[in-house]
């Protein structure tokens, strides 16, 4: 599913594949064991094996590189964290918002910010929000 410019047009993760995307932009390029090790600790019932296969799956979806010149393998996000959330919020907002940045923001205003992060966003806003 190549696009006229040849590049394949990135696919959303699931749940899963976010949290061990999470892990691998936390570690950097890591082997399948140091994925497991890391992820332990908020999924503790996640094998190795379990681990192992999802990558293979995300590496088969060009979610991830893989260097094969290593022992054992090495995966690598394909996308950059910033630039892989921003496409999911912007799919999101068309989706759950019909479009508009503004009713996501006062959605979240209204029940996921704390005064502290409010005061924050409210410089940001006020030095014209660049350091976003």
Same mark, same amino acid.
Do not use: C, N
């Given at each position: 599913?190549?696009?006229?410019?040849?590049?394949?047009?990135?696919?959303?993760?699931?749940?899963?594949?976010?949290?061990?995307?999470?892990?691998?932009?936390? &570690?950097?390029?890591?082997?399948?064991?140091?994925?497991?090790?890391? &992820?332990?600790?908020?999924?503790?019932?996640?094998?190795?094996?379990?681990?192992?296969?999802? &990558?293979?799956?995300?590496?088969?979806?060009?979610?991830?590189?893989?260097?094969?010149?290593?022992?054992?393998?090495?995966?690598?996000?394909?996308?950059?964290?910033?630039?892989?959330?921003?496409? &999911?919020?912007?799919?999101?907002?068309?989706?759950?918002?019909?479009?508009?940045?503004?009713?996501?923001?006062?959605?979240?205003?209204?029940?996921?910010?704390?005064?502290?992060?409010?005061?924050?966003?409210?410089?940001?806003?006020?030095?014209?929000?660049?350091?976003?």
């Amino acid at each position: 599913m190549p696009s006229a410019t040849g590049a394949t047009p990135p696919l959303k993760p699931t749940a899963a594949e976010l949290d061990l995307l999470q892990v691998l932009w936390r &570690l950097g390029p890591a082997d399948a064991k140091a994925v497991h090790e890391a &992820l332990l600790p908020d999924r503790p019932e996640a094998t190795y094996a379990t681990v192992l296969r999802q &990558l293979q799956v995300m590496h088969g979806k060009g979610l991830l590189t893989r260097d094969e010149d290593q022992r054992p393998h090495l995966y690598a996000p394909v996308q950059a964290q910033d630039k892989l959330q921003q496409s &999911l919020v912007k799919d999101f907002i068309a989706k759950a918002f019909a479009g508009s940045g503004k009713a996501l923001v006062l959605a979240a205003l209204k029940s996921h910010v704390s005064a502290k992060e409010r005061a924050e966003i409210r410089q940001l806003l006020a030095k014209g929000g660049d350091d976003a």
